[in-house]
């Protein structure tokens, strides 16, 4: 039980319409100081005042990334009851939350079309960019592996990219889809399977952050170099989980916190790594369990990244 002066203190941070609005945009996902001050049309002073007296108060987390700051709901703790509550009691339809809801849609589908633009841009050399970053031979036959050896129904590919994860795991499924929102990544991906002579395996068009359920169930789910895109990658993980069958694995490959801000400004990278922690509080979240994690180091000592393999399992 909390103190009553502690109780005071989040009910007096709480008790704010700036404040309570930022609260019922976290509970969404995560979000940036400039996605917030964006969406409140607020300066950035006003917005970073109020989340630091939410997050001295325990009602939002904030985790530093190099020059920028994400913020969410608190998980646990007398804050993160009282911001459920609080938001579970808020109407969709008054005139500031309708308004706060468009403008987070309008901000996420502008990042998407920056990442949009970025992957088409980019299509032809993907994988050379990637090799020139990370072990990616290690992490490869790290993902095989991961799979134990048996062939699985349904593979699902989320972000496939130029179909290099269908390709190495070609002899892991019966039948594989890999979608993307990127119709360039998606041509080289098709060019990239059919020289491959892989038959089994279809990729399509798709939007990864508002998965269509409709694509089946998968035994497998592949995520590979793909959540450091999103501002929020708990929220696409839990969007991913819903094309899980029950007992199913998840495979997650993406970098390990780093401070190489120019991926944000040349790579339309949004979050600078991913931490061991994060994943097993986004794993949770969607109902899943961390089985595995690896790590690998780049060679490049200098401005290299290391990357990391985690295995997913569902827990129902």
């Known amino acids: 039980m909390a103190e009553l002066s502690e109780l005071v203190g989040v009910l007096k941070a709480a008790g704010e319409g700036t404040r309570v609005r930022l609260l019922a945009l976290l509970a969404d996902g995560d979000h940036s100081v400039k996605d917030l001050t964006e969406i409140l049309k607020q300066s950035q002073p006003r917005v970073s005042r109020h989340l630091k007296l939410l997050a001295d108060a325990g009602l939002v987390r904030r985790n530093a990334e190099g020059a920028w700051a ?15 509550w609080l938001i579970a009691r808020l109407d969709d339809a008054d005139g500031d939350r309708r308004r706060d809801i468009e403008r987070q849609a309008a901000v996420r589908a502008s ?3 920056q990442a949009n633009e970025y992957f088409d841009t980019v299509a032809s050399s993907w994988d050379l960019l990637k090799t020139l970053q990370v ?15 048996r062939q699985v129904d349904t593979l699902i590919d989320l972000g496939t990219g130029t179909g ?7 002899d892991r499924y019966k039948r594989g889809v890999g979608l993307d929102s990127s119709r360039e990544m998606l041509a080289v991906a098709r060019a990239r399977l059919g020289s491959a002579g892989i038959g089994h395996a279809q990729v399509r068009l798709g939007d990864i952050g508002d998965l269509d359920v409709s ?23 839990a969007q991913a989980r819903r094309l899980l069958k029950p007992g199913g694995d998840m495979l997650i490959v993406d970098f390990a916190p780093h401070d190489l801000e120019f991926l944000r400004s040349e790579h339309a990278h949004r979050r600078l790594g991913l931490s061991d922690e994060q994943m097993r509080g986004w794993a949770m ?9 690896q790590e690998f180091p780049s060679e490049n000592t200098e401005r290299g990244l290391t990357v990391c393999l985690w295995r997913l399992s569902d827990k129902t």
Do not use: K, N
């Open 70 to 84: 994400y913020y969410g709901l608190a998980q646990d703790g007398d804050g993160a009851d009282l911001a459920r």
């Open 135 to 149: 072990p990616e031979e290690a992490v490869e036959s790290a993902v095989v592996a991961a799979l134990d050896g």
């Open 215 to 237: 694509v089946g169930l998968a035994d497998v789910v592949v995520i590979h170099q793909v959540l450091h895109y999103f501002d929020d990658p708990g929220r696409m993980l």
């Open 164 to 170: 290099r994860m269908l390709e190495v795991l070609a």
């Open 285 to 293: 979240a969607a109902g899943l369990s961390v089985q595995s994690a």
């Open 111 to 113: 990042q998407q079309a």
